[in-house]
């Protein structure tokens, strides 16, 4: 069983800059690539970035390419999303989830647990 513990959430200004943290728990982080989602309220959860279970793989979605970076510590347990330039549509809450294997895409089926979520909320 693997718990994951999202942290980093908060309200900023549009143009401002957050730093998301995820600790996980279990024997399988190491080998497991990690994701960061986010859902908006009215809105299906959508993908955000992933990153391969030794962090030299990444993956972005277009929207958040370029002001998003996903990494990792695998010494902490630790995923980490520093998120620069928000915009009022970054607005969501945001939840890690560890995946199946140890490389995986945007597609949710993909990760196997999920954290609780933080709350961002970006203002204009």
């Known amino acids: 069983q693997v718990q994951l513990v999202e942290s980093g959430g908060g309200l900023v200004q549009a143009g401002g800059s957050l730093r998301l943290s995820c600790e996980a728990s279990?024997?399988?982080?190491?080998?497991?690539?990690m994701g960061w989602f986010r859902q908006a309220p009215g809105k299906e959860r959508e993908f955000g970035a992933a990153?391969?279970?030794?962090?030299?793989?990444?993956l972005y979605a277009d929207s958040v390419k370029g002001r998003f970076t996903i990494s990792r510590d695998n010494a902490k347990n630790m995923v980490y999303l520093q998120m620069n330039n928000l915009k009022p549509e970054d607005t969501a809450v945001y939840y890690c989830?560890?995946?199946?294997?140890?490389?995986?895409?945007?597609?949710?089926?993909?990760?196997?647990?999920w954290g609780q979520g933080t709350q961002v909320t970006v203002s204009s």
């Open positions: 989830a560890v995946a199946k294997f140890g490389v995986a895409g945007p597609a949710a089926d993909a990760y196997a647990y």
């Open positions: 279990g024997r399988t982080f190491r080998s497991s690539a």
């Open positions: 990153i391969t279970y030794n962090g030299v793989g990444t």
